[in-house]
């Protein structure tokens, strides 16, 4: 089991920059692969950028490449979300997830089996 706590939102003008960071507690963190989503007001929930367990792979969603950047540091349990040139479509709740499967990395909500209680992002134009 892991717990996941996410950090760093805020308001933001468009054109700065966040860094998110997630927090792991609990065993097995450094075996599984991480993933970041959004969901805006309205909005389904959208996979935004994922990492293996080893964080020698990473993929990113059409909307966040070039711009985000996905990290994790597996001996401190914690993974981030480096996101520059924000724009005002941003704007959501960003959560931490993590997925127990080995299976590259999952873009689908469903395929992750812990999540955190999110952290808000506003980007004002």
């Known amino acids: 089991q892991v717990q996941l706590v996410e950090s760093g939102g805020g308001l933001v003008q468009a054109g700065g920059s966040l860094r998110l960071s997630c927090a792991a507690s609990?065993?097995?963190?450094?075996?599984?692969?991480m993933g970041w989503f959004r969901q805006a007001p309205g909005k389904e929930r959208e996979f935004v950028a994922g990492?293996?367990?080893?964080?020698?792979?990473?993929d990113y969603a059409d909307s966040a490449k070039g711009r985000f950047t996905i990290a994790r540091d597996n001996p401190k349990s914690m993974v981030y979300l480096q996101m520059n040139r924000l724009k005002p479509e941003d704007t959501a709740g960003y959560y931490c997830?993590?997925?127990?499967?080995?299976?590259?990395?999952?873009?689908?909500?469903?395929?992750?089996?812990?999540w955190g209680q999110g952290t808000q992002v506003t980007v004002s134009s």
């Open positions: 609990g065993r097995g963190f450094s075996s599984y692969g």
């Open positions: 997830a993590a997925d127990r499967s080995w299976q590259g990395i999952p873009t689908r909500e469903g395929e992750y089996d812990y």
């Open positions: 990492i293996t367990w080893s964080g020698s792979g990473t």
